[in-house]
């Protein structure tokens, strides 16, 4: 997963999600929550990113998709609370790993964004 | 790893069933969510109406959502690109005349043109399958020829070729190659002939080549020391393959060439077939097998050279020249026909090394020329392709713009569109491509067999190979991107309000298709005005007065295995003349219009003319009379004038000699013989050994001669000619063959052939352009009508509702063909008249292949003209009809 991409910017209307973060979003919700549908990890993301987060519910199904390609995640049909049916999406073995290298990965990344902002120019 | 099971997941996408699987588990889960959302929003409050649109709000698109989803799991490129494809045949199908008219045109241009490349490629790309072909030269002589004219030749004498190898031992190899000829040779008895092409090589030949046997071993310099004393030969891989099947017993195998008993020893690498393009060598023999290797007058050797590392071309160069000066000044001693003023600085001539490239051949020499012509009509052909396919292409986008228009304004992509144009135009170019390829398969070897008469076939290997494969690709992709290109722009640029509201005025690009329909017969013509002059050039040249009979003649050269007394030779023409359908028998010395002359100066009341020659004939009594040649004064010669000093000349000669007056009595002295004759009869001028107008002087003296003693010279070979009932005298050969064997067993057959068939070896040239000129007029004549037909109806079918107004309104069928073909008929007259023009400017470039046909007659303007005209009545023929047929009320009604 690249992480090159548009540059963020925060504005009114919320920020957008730098590309190929939404997967890594996805598998820590779940990993976390454990097996979820497609709206409860909608509503999950508008929750944690208190509604800064301006993203269309319906781009969460490619990233379903691609990540059940993957194998990293895996879909089951089944009942909600109120007896809808739906499919419930739940990590598996290889998404744990893949989530892991990638949270490194991220935090490599970052930090060195991060020293590189932070960084003191003696001129 | 994780990629790759994406990949296949997606690839497994493709398939349809699942993806309607998938499509349906989607839109449940979309379904949930959307309810999901809606239930949370009135719980908050909403309004049920007001929660739903809320709902697919915060969804995005469901449509959108449904795109990325099926993009996301399959493969967008290759999955719009199958539907590209399938949508193009359904557009291809829809339109079947334009698409069948554009793969024709298309298809047929190209096979043209991979035709042309493969003979091209057989001529003048491939080189010769021999090592390091870039250091092998080729001896050839330039300087004044035996008549003082300027030439260049590469033949020299056997001896000739011994010194040469000798005198350069340390500088360079050489061998000698013999011409490749047809012979008769046997694996069995004498009842069973069979014909092969016999190459005498000399035994340096494969060793300087750098080849190696497939099979057994080749020959080599210890098989070429003295003369009949090696008779071994060497099959080609061809030969081999086709005669034996690639058995490998053949090593070992004998066969009989004439009295010579050869052995098999080895077969040659695959792919050598000589050095003689167009002829295809089937068997190789040491030259020392062959009668003339001692002859110093006998020259049919190719000379091949190598220079040995470290010594420069010129070196080489400068000491074989300095051999043959050498050798040519001695040999000239010996002429006494030798025209004196050649004498004094003989040879005149010069040895320079030439580089061999493809192989050396007085074929490709011959058809260098025509091979330019080719080109030319290939453009032409190509040009006159392209012009058809541009006119319907640009016709069928024109007529699509509505549609172009309807789907950018619902949001198709433009990049989408022109993807969509350029793969309808690669599958119009794959599917002219392998009609090429097809025809091409088919044109190439016919049209070498139309070049060449059937008893003397060019033979070139024409494999379709990686390159030819390779051309004919680069051809469909340029092809397909010019013309792909060019509407796909177009789709590009449509402005969607403009189209819809009923589109640029079609008169536009009617005027561009009838501009292109005038170059196109433009070239058309061209090509026709061509091949017409080729056609008439070969006719008026065969049809020049022989003066001797070719219809129903046998031609069979006999030999026996010793020189036997002439009364055996005479006891053998009886059992010929005894034969059912044999009409008359005599024999000669060698061929009319064969391969081999003798000629020499004559002395007249002590008057020697050297600038002039008299040919020479030896024949048996009876020989006129069996080739037709009239008797205009004297007699015929008889047996009682089996002498020197009898002869029958013909009226050239009596010109020439006599000035014309009664020579019968009268005495001449040639001076080869120095003995003097008598002139016992004037014969009719015939062609001796080429065609021209005029006929040269001859001398027709009995054969054999008589030896000092006054006894006759026994007498080896002789050329029969026998004079059938027979339409094909082929027919009789068999027949003849055994008769001959069963009169005189000592006696062989070498060579049948009828006499038109000898007379048609000498077209070869004037026939190779003859059927180019045919072929291209052919094609570019289909092409035009077929690109005429394609305008024509689409410009009906453009007009349709004009047609319909106009038959509604009364017109009658002569005024709806004007309307249909007024303009399409200018444009061919217009397009003939710049054709006539372009045509007498083309035609001084290929003059010198042209007899007795001048580019400006009138006659050979009309024969193009009238030829376009009918094809272009006959292309709208069809149209006019359909155009007649349209019935206003359905037409009108559509709309």
């Known amino acids: 997963m690249s992480s090159k991409g548009k540059a963020t910017k925060a504005s009114s209307e919320g920020m957008q999600l730098l590309q190929g973060t939404l997967d890594m979003i996805v598998l820590r919700t779940l990993a976390a929550m454990g097996s979820q549908h497609a709206y409860q990890i909608a509503t999950r993301l508008e929750q944690v990113s208190d509604k800064l987060l301006n993203l269309n519910q319906g781009t969460l199904y490619p990233a379903l998709v691609r990540l059940e390609q993957y194998g990293w995640i895996a879909g089951e049909w089944g009942r909600t609370e109120n007896n809808r049916e739906a499919k419930f999406y739940a990590i598996t073995k290889p998404g744990l790993k893949a989530l892991n290298e990638e949270t490194a990965r991220w935090r490599q990344m970052t930090g060195l964004v991060d020293r590189l902002l932070t960084e003191k120019f003696s001129a | 790893m994780s990629a790759m099971r994406r990949l296949v997941q997606k690839l497994k996408g493709l398939s349809e069933a699942k993806n309607s699987r998938v499509d349906a588990e989607m839109e449940r889960e979309l379904a949930t969510h959307v309810a999901l959302l809606e239930e949370e929003l009135i719980r908050k409050g909403a309004e049920p109406a007001e929660a739903r649109r809320q709902a697919r709000l915060r969804l995005g698109g469901v449509e959108q959502v449904r795109m990325m989803h099926r993009e996301a799991r399959g493969l967008p490129l290759i999955e719009s690109l199958i539907a590209d ?57 330039e300087g004044l020829n035996w008549a003082g004219a300027p030439g260049t030749w590469n033949a020299a004498s056997y001896p000739m070729f011994e010194k040469m190898r000798d ?29 092969a092409y016999q190459q005498p090589v000399s035994g340096e030949m494969f060793g300087l080549f750098g080849l190696k046997p ?16 090696s008779p071994a030969a060497v099959l080609s891989y061809e030969y081999w393959q086709r005669r034996f099947e690639g058995d490998t017993q053949v090593v070992g195998k004998h066969f009989r060439k004439g009295d010579d008993d050869f052995e098999i020893v080895g077969v040659a690498p695959k792919g050598f077939t000589g050095t003689e393009l167009g002829l295809m060598a089937d068997i190789f023999t040491p030259s020392m097998m062959e009668p003339w290797v001692a002859d110093k007058n006998d020259r049919d050797q190719t000379l091949f050279v190598r220079p040995k590392s470290g010594v420069t071309l010129a070196t080489v160069q400068s000491v074989l020249d300095a051999t043959y000066q050498r050798e040519e000044q001695e040999r000239a001693k010996m002429l006494d026909s030798l025209p004196e003023n050649l004498r004094a ?15 050396v051949s007085g074929l490709k020499e011959g058809s260098a020329p025509s091979l330019e012509t080719l080109s030319i009509l290939i453009v032409l052909v190509l040009m006159i392709a392209c012009a058809n396919v541009a006119n319907l292409m640009s016709a069928q986008s024109a007529a699509r713009s509505r549609e172009m228009a309807v789907r950018v304004s619902l949001g198709s992509g433009r990049s989408r569109l022109v993807r969509m144009v350029l793969v309808e135009s690669t599958m119009l170019g794959v599917a002219a491509a392998a009609l090429g390829l097809l025809f091409a398969w088919w044109a190439a070897p016919f049209i070498l067999t139309k070049m060449t008469p059937a008893d003397f076939p060019v033979r ?49 690009h009617q005027r561009a298709m009838h501009g292109l329909i005038a170059v196109q017969i433009a070239f058309c013509f061209i090509v026709l005005f061509i091949a017409g002059l080729f056609a008439t050039s070969l006719a008026r040249k065969t049809g020049l007065p022989l003066g001797f009979a070719t219809e129903h003649v046998l031609v069979m050269e006999t030999t026996a295995k010793q020189p036997i007394q002439m009364g055996r030779w005479d006891a053998l023409l009886e059992a010929v003349r005894g034969t059912p359908g044999v009409q008359n028998a005599a024999m000669a010395d060698r061929t009319l219009m064969g391969w081999s002359s003798q000629s020499t100066a004559v002395t007249v009341d002590g008057v020697t ?45 009596v010109k020439t000699y006599f000035g014309g007056k009664d020579p019968v009595g009268r005495m001449f002295t040639p001076l080869d013989s120095k003995t003097p004759v008598t002139v016992v009869g004037v014969v009719g001028d015939a062609m001796y050994g080429w065609p021209s107008r005029t006929v040269v002087p001859q001398v027709y003296q009995p054969m054999p001669a008589a030896n000092d003693s006054g006894s006759l010279k026994p007498l080896q070979m002789a050329t029969l000619v026998v004079k059938t009932q027979m339409n094909d005298p082929m027919a009789m050969a068999e027949t003849l063959r055994k008769t001959i064997m069963q009169t005189d067993a000592s006696l062989r057959v070498v ?36 690109g005429l037909y394609g305008v024509l109806h689409y410009s009906v079918i453009l007009r349709e509702r004009e047609i319909g107004v106009r038959i509604a309104l009364g017109a009658t069928a002569g005024n709806i063909a004007r309307t249909v073909t007024a303009r399409v008929l200018a444009m061919v007259l217009l397009g003939t008249v710049a054709g006539s023009a372009a045509g007498l400017g083309l035609v001084r470039f290929i003059t010198s292949m042209l007899y007795q046909v001048k580019g400006a007659d009138p006659s050979m303007m009309m024969m193009p003209a009238i030829v376009l005209m009918g094809a272009a009545l006959l292309a709208a023929l069809p149209v006019v009809a359909r155009a007649m047929r349209i019935n206003p009320v359905v037409m009108l009604r559509s709309e």
């Open chain 2, 85 to 141: 494809v399938r949508f193009g045949w359904r557009q291809l199908m829809k339109r079947k005349v334009t698409t069948l008219a554009a793969v024709l045109s298309l298809g047929l241009a190209m096979g043209a043109c991979m035709a042309a490349f493969l003979l091209i490629d057989a001529f003048y790309l491939r080189p010769l399958p021999v090592s390091d072909p870039s250091h092998l030269y080729v001896a050839q002589f």
């Open chain 2, 345 to 359: 600085t003989f040879p005149n001539a010069h040895l320079r090394l030439q580089t061999v490239g493809s192989g």
């Open chain 2, 460 to 508: 070139v290997a024409l494999p379709m190979d990686w390159i030819v494969a390779g051309f004919a690709v680069a051809l469909m992709m340029a092809v397909t991107l010019i013309f792909g290109m060019f509407p796909a722009a177009r789709a590009s640029h449509v402005y969607p309000a403009q189209a819809l509201k009923g589109g640029e005025a079609p008169q536009a």
């Open chain 2, 167 to 195: 005198a350069a031992k340390d500088l360079a190899n050489v061998t000698a190659l013999g011409y490749t000829s047809k012979n008769e040779l046997t694996y069995g008895g004498y009842q069973q002939m069979e014909q």
């Open chain 2, 214 to 229: 497939a099979l057994g071993r080749l020959i080599g310099p210890e098989d070429n020391l003295a003369p009949k004393q």
């Open chain 2, 609 to 653: 003319r050297k600038e002039v020659n008299a040919f020479l004939l030896k024949l048996s009594p009876g020989w006129i009379e069996t080739m037709g040649i009239p008797l205009l004064a004297g007699r015929d010669i008889r047996d009682s004038d089996r002498d020197d000093t009898a002869a029958l000349v013909n009226q050239a000669f």
């Open chain 2, 751 to 786: 060579k049948v052939q009828s006499q038109r068939q000898v007379v048609d070896g000498k077209f070869v040239q004037e026939r190779l352009h003859a059927a180019t000129g045919e072929f291209f007029a052919a094609v570019a004549l289909l092409l035009a009508a077929v």
